[in-house]
């Protein structure tokens, strides 16, 4: 492969978003940045631009590798940024962590026939080795739109999480201080919306340093959006909430601005053991707390929940069951997942712990009486959960 002739072959054509349903926040986010970039379900001529997941990953190369355009590859997201040497076997190019600055940069490189080895935070070949560049630093939210029409997703406030789960990638992508962008800004895109939903690690951190909850910022932040006369749904999905940022200040904002009346409320463990093992930093007790304060105000929690674990135990499976049947018993909701390894993250390669039949049948009776979402069985490579 040779990238410079094949920029000079590309750069009169088009560049390309590859847009799915699965990539539409991450599109959104990007597609500002491209001036004159389209949206493609299939590959095209030109420059074609790629954002995946884990599990995503092998239907997106092989769509690539069986492409027969006169195109050039480039990769972002979490699964190519984790595993950019990998991905560099189907694509020319990878763009490692945050896209907003490393980018648009390298299209300008591609479509001049420029040096890639000038671009921060970016992977490509070499002399049939994968050169990776140094990595830049994390951007300031506010320099940079969250949507562009006509892709929308819900406005991200917040980035970065200061936890480090030993399961999620979200630190290892986005950092372990957390950005915000300001209320201006917010108020400036909100207006765009018919009701305002948000993307965050932790929609109750807003304004914080994602240990230290700070309720006035979330206040004023909600205040704010209140001026809009537009619905307020804060703290449900696709964000969730910490159990330990869930106070009564806290909800009483949610009740007297938000329309939402319930509330996704990260738990992930019955187990104080696997919730210290995987690094949540709060206990069981916080996640109960979290669900019964919700219910004194009206508000149905959400509980999230993980089954499978490294390392949990019977013992471990139960006790998460048994924290499902007490927030369902209270009029609240579960939804449950099987963990599944992601890369770099310090449990990439660990195995995940066998579901026991019996948790896993009254996990099924939960969801038949409608109190449960979710997949709990693990993930068969190939098939749906």
């Known amino acids: 492969m040779n990238p410079k002739k094949r920029a000079l072959d590309a750069s009169s054509s088009g560049i390309w978003f590859r847009w799915n349903k699965k990539n539409s926040y991450s599109i959104a986010a990007l597609l500002p940045l491209v001036e004159g970039a389209g949206l493609a379900d299939r590959p095209r001529q030109g420059i074609m631009l790629y954002s995946f997941a884990s599990a995503q990953a092998d239907e997106v190369y092989q769509e690539v590798e069986s492409s027969k355009v006169d195109a050039i590859f480039v990769a972002g997201g979490p699964h190519p940024s984790a595993r950019p040497e990998e991905a560099l076997r189907s ?59 006509p892709i929308f997703s819900p406005l991200e406030i917040s980035r970065g999480c200061p936890w480090g789960c030993a399961y999620c990638q979200t630190p290892r992508l986005f950092g372990r201080k957390m950005r915000h962008r300001s209320i201006p800004t917010i108020l400036r895109y909100a207006r765009s919306y018919s009701d305002l939903r948000f993307t965050s690690p932790n929609a109750l951190a807003y304004g914080s340093d994602g240990v230290h909850p700070r309720v006035d910022k979330v206040e004023r932040l909600l205040k704010s959006l209140s001026e809009l006369n537009k619905p307020i749904y804060f703290g449900t999905f696709p964000s969730e909430v910490r159990p330990d940022f869930v106070s009564e200040e806290a909800l009483d904002l949610v009740v007297k601005y938000c329309k939402n009346r319930h509330l996704s409320i990260g738990g992930q463990s019955g187990s104080d053991r696997i919730l210290r093992a995987v690094g949540r930093g709060h206990s069981v007790d916080a996640a109960r707390k979290a ?27 139960r006790m998460t069951l048994d924290l499902a049947r007490e927030v369902v018993g209270k009029g609240g909701r579960i939804r449950a997942h099987h963990f599944t390894p992601l890369p770099d993250t310090p449990l990439e390669d660990a195995i995940p712990a ?26 068969v490579k190939g098939k749906s959960a």
């Open 291 to 317: 669900c019964y304060l919700c219910l004194e105000r009206g508000i149905v929690p959400n509980l999230d929940l993980i089954v499978g674990l490294p390392g949990e135990t019977l013992e471990d499976q």
């Open 354 to 379: 066998p579901l026991s039949e019996d948790v896993a049948k009254e996990m099924g009776k939960l969801a038949l009486d409608g109190k449960a979402t979710g997949k709990w069985a693990p993930k």
């Open 91 to 149: 694509f020319d190019y990878v763009v490692i962590g945050e896209g907003e600055e490393t980018l648009p940069e390298l299209i300008g490189v591609i479509k001049g026939g420029g040096d890639p080895e000038m671009v921060l935070g970016i992977a490509y070949m070499r002399e049939g080795r994968a050169r990776i560049m140094p990595a830049r630093e994390h951007v300031d939210l506010d320099r940079y739109p969250p949507f562009r029409p």
